[in-house]
């Protein structure tokens, strides 16, 4: 099906999907970015966020780094340039922040007569695009004491960017009295009027002037660690000296393990990581003096609303715990014992303390992994690795965790009720699930554990995880090795890596990444792994609400992924294609016949928006052959009266997936802008794959690697010109 619409041919997607593009015709010649440069899709899916090195559309920069908002109207996407006119006394950094409604967006200014000056410039302040284009400070003009430049870094702020979280190494800004100096990176709350350090003690000292004060922990996770929607709680991490204030040097030394804090409302910092005491024992000090005596703390992350907050320790903290081995606990906020009603954040503190990791059989180890895999924003599900046996129920598959095996479990904590369900085994290595002999992981696995060809990635420190929940957390999307459905219509029966797809409800896993009415093997010739957008466990806004990312509607029903394994007749290019899944069916998003990989997909909440990257034009007007941004949208395209096609119903909304013929003819040079498509050529179908199509691998990231030369010149410039 091809719709015309006022003079400009769509193609017609499965499920009714049109193809609009985002990004508009004119880029100066330049490419969009893709998610690795900020590009984003608010949650409804009516506006989307990119960058380019190109200056359009009312940018008021020109630099390596142009940010820009498109905003769906009646009849076209809308493009705005982010940055103001150029002024004379100041410079614009990238933006690091953005608000879930890509209506506000976080920039840092350096003041300054030119590109070397605010390089120089030792004041930086923080601003905020609001709606209506014009700007708001969110933080006071911060000079360094010493007059030294110092970068600043927002790592998290609250939803409507009012209050924002700094990062800022030695010198600290002058706003800090002179004797509250700091010799490694500190954290401040800053509003329009105002800069604290987050790190004080409830007498309003600093507890370290030397150690790293760090949003989340020292690995880098600071999932949720900054409270919605007020920013009222943040949780951070710090080697703890023998005493708040201490004068020994810090480092990896015993004696300063890093502990967990929250700093409440910016009147009340508690020490988590410590062991819930009797009332009348309650350890007033932070930190309690015990402190330097204990195991360190990892932050894991936290519910949305800071109630409840996640960490591992190798430290016993509840009773008649003799288990010596890496636990997850997870922590309650709320008001203190006697309170009735709501409460000021100086009145609230650990009301419980739960060892979520506990093996039932006396005296075996938990053994949980160093990362949790994912956990959803309310905080009432967690998944989880550990070698310890923690259940003994089965999953949908009728298997059960072994001991010593790497078990993915999921703790529940819904209407009051918590337990620990088994989920599947993970493959750390080939043929082996932890210690354990596992031949559902393809001998063609490494064991290492630097860059894991295997599934390690899901529980190590690494840039991200391939592994989200929905919001209640009943429902996970996770990429692995490990073949975990050995028969029926969606065994899984290569080596390659597969995405699946788990019901907590019912314990049940489905194969995602199967193909299209079956087509190659139902996915299954080992060529090509298949993967989803990464989730970043760190603190900021756009990877909380995972903008940039987002693989999974919000009822689990659809998911998006990539493969350069065709999974579709139409997939004829041999390049990464983008891919939907509903509810077992599979179709696709992208063309199949772009000539280099489409990247960096992200579904909206509802899933009637898939955003993507391609370089393909996919309607007529494109035809400048560079990276745009794209919407595959369900009843998308526009009409000359700004009126959408009539919406589909029952039925109808549901396939097939994919077109039955090709139906994209690529923009170029001989096709004039505005133009109406050509009649689709009718291919015949073919049963098995044609010989275009087996493609090695070394072939197709070779291709990968080439088409992203551009983008990686790109991100050279960002990063030195960020101060210009």
């Known amino acids: 099906m ?14 009714r999907r049109i193809y609009e593009q985002v990004s508009p015709e004119f880029k100066a010649g330049y490419p969009v970015f893709g998610r690795k440069h900020l590009s984003a899709l608010a949650s409804d899916g009516e506006s989307a966020e990119f960058a380019s090195v190109g200056a359009f559309d009312g940018s008021g920069e020109s630099f390596a780094f142009n940010p820009y908002v498109s905003t769906r109207g009646g009849s076209d996407w809308a493009t705005t340039g982010l940055f103001p006119p150029p002024l004379d006394s100041q410079c614009w950094q990238g933006f690091e922040e953005f608000s879930a409604d890509l209506s506000r967006f976080e920039f840092v200014v350096d003041p300054g007569s030119s590109a070397v000056a605010c390089n120089k410039s030792a004041t930086n302040t923080v601003w905020v695009r609001q709606p209506d284009g014009s700007f708001v400070r969110a933080s006071p003009a911060m000079t360094t004491a010493t007059g030294v430049s110092n970068q600043t870094d927002v790592v998290g702020a609250s939803a409507n960017l009012s ?8 010198p600290p800004p002058a706003q800090i009295v002179p004797d509250e100096t700091v010799a490694g990176s500190e954290l401040f709350e800053a509003d329009a009027s105002s800069l604290r350090i987050v790190a004080n003690n409830n007498e309003g000292e600093q507890l370290t002037r030397y150690c790293d004060v760090l949003l989340g922990s020292e690995s880098g996770d600071a999932f949720d660690a900054v409270s919605q929607p007020d920013a009222s709680e943040v949780f951070f991490s710090l080697p703890v000296n023998t005493r708040s204030g201490g004068t020994e040097a810090c480092g990896n030394a015993i004696g300063h393990p890093e502990e967990l804090f929250v700093r409440l409302g910016g009147e009340k910092t508690i020490e988590i990581s410590r062991p819930l005491l009797e009332k009348g024992e309650e350890c007033s000090e932070v930190p309690c003096p015990e402190a330097t005596s204990r195991a360190p703390a990892v932050f894991q992350g936290a519910s949305e609303d800071g109630s409840k907050v996640f960490f591992t320790t190798a430290q016993p903290l509840t009773g008649n715990n003799e288990d010596n081995s890496n636990n997850l606990y997870v922590a309650e906020i709320n008001c203190s014992v006697g309170l009735v009603g709501e409460c000021s954040p100086a009145q609230k503190s650990i009301t419980s303390l739960v060892q979520i990791s506990r093996d039932p059989s006396p005296g075996q180890a938990a053994e949980v992994e ?5 956990m959803s924003p309310d905080g009432s599900r967690v998944y989880f690795v550990a070698r310890g046996l923690l259940s003994t129920n089965e999953n949908g598959q009728k298997e059960v965790a072994i001991s010593g095996a790497e078990n993915l479990y999921v703790y ?5 009720v918590t337990d620990v369900a088994f989920v599947a085994d993970l493959c750390s290595g080939p043929e082996r699930s932890g210690g354990i002999d596992d031949s559902r992981c393809p001998s063609t696995l490494s064991e290492s554990n630097t860059s894991p060809v295997n599934d390690r990635r899901l529980w190590s420190k690494t840039e991200s995880r391939e592994a989200q929940t929905t919001p209640n957390g009943a429902f996970l999307v996770f990429a692995t090795y490990g073949r975990l459905i050995e028969s029926g219509p969606e065994a899984d029966t290569d080596s390659a890596k597969d995405i699946y797809r788990y019901d907590v409800e019912t314990g049940g896993l489905r194969r995602v990444s199967v193909g299209e009415a079956g087509f190659d093997s139902n996915g299954n010739s080992s060529l090509f792994d298949a993967t989803i957008s990464g989730t970043e466990f760190r603190g900021s806004l756009q990877e909380e609400y995972e903008l940039g990312t987002r693989a999974m509607t919000t009822d689990g029903s659809k998911v998006v992924f990539m493969t350069s394994e065709p999974l579709s007749v139409d997939a004829i290019n041999g390049e990464q294609d983008i891919y939907i899944w509903n509810e077992g069916r599979v179709g696709m998003i992208s063309s199949g016949t772009a000539t280099e990989p489409d990247e960096e997909p992200v579904i909206s909440e509802s899933g009637r928006d898939v955003l993507f990257l391609t370089s393909t034009g996919l309607v007529p007007s494109d035809t400048d ?10 009843n998308g395209g526009f009409t000359p009266s700004g009126v959408a096609p009539e919406e589909c119903a029952g039925d109808a909304c549901q396939g097939p997936l994919s077109p039955p013929e090709p139906l994209i003819v690529p923009g170029s040079s001989n096709q004039p802008a505005g133009a109406n498509l050509a009649a689709p050529t009718v291919v015949k179908k073919v049963k098995s794959r044609p010989k275009a199509r087996v493609v090695k691998k070394k072939k197709v990231k070779a291709k990968a690697k080439r088409s992203l030369r551009v983008h990686k010149k790109a991100r050279r410039a960002i990063g030195e010109g960020r101060g210009r």
């Open 412 to 416: 529940n904590d819904v209407n009051h």
């Open 163 to 170: 209050h924002v979280i700094i990062s800022r190494e030695d």
């Open 625 to 634: 052959g560079v990276g745009d941004l794209y919407d595959a949208r369900i």
């Open 370 to 374: 160093s990362h949790i895999v994912a």
């Open 2 to 15: 091809v719709v015309l619409c006022s003079g400009v041919a769509l193609a017609g997607l499965g499920e």
